[in-house]
Nanobody, 128 residues
Framework: QVQLVESGGGLVQAGGSLRLSCAASGRTFSSYAMGWFRQAPGKEREFVAAISWSGGTTYYADSVKGRFTISRDNAKNTVYLQMNSLKPEDTAVYYC?????????????????????WGQGTQVTVSS
């Protein structure tokens, strides 16, 4: 059974920073790409960032490029999302997820249908 547990969310002022973590278990973590998505109230869940199984390739939504950084530590089975220069429009529940296929790459990782397991989410609120 794959489990993903996010942490690190909270309330922060605009311009501030947060670091989200997602601890994974139940799968060979180092073989799978990982992603972060977010969902604001009344909106569709949207892609934020993804990272390849090795950590060598990363993908970002245009809205977060240059502000957010995704990384992973395969020794700790953990993926991170460092969020800087936060804006009120970044307010959402953030979810981590794992690719359904090992060694996945490419823009397909920006689609939520490519992921088969999701965490419970962590709330990020950015005040203006």
């Amino acid at each position: 059974q794959v489990q993903l547990v996010e942490s690190g969310g909270g309330l922060v002022q605009a311009g501030g920073s947060l670091r989200l973590s997602c601890a994974a278990s139940g799968r060979t973590f180092s073989s799978y790409a990982m992603g972060w998505f977010r969902q604001a109230p009344g909106k569709e869940r949207e892609f934020v960032a993804a990272i390849s199984w090795s950590g060598g390739t990363t993908y970002y939504a245009d809205s977060v490029k240059g502000r957010f950084t995704i990384s992973r530590d395969n020794a700790k089975n953990t993926v991170y999302l460092q969020m800087n220069s936060l804006k009120p429009e970044d307010t959402a529940v953030y979810y981590c997820n794992t690719d359904a296929h090992p060694y996945g790459l490419g823009n397909r990782l920006q689609s939520k249908i490519q992921y088969d397991y999701w965490g419970q989410g962590t709330q990020v609120t950015v005040s203006s």
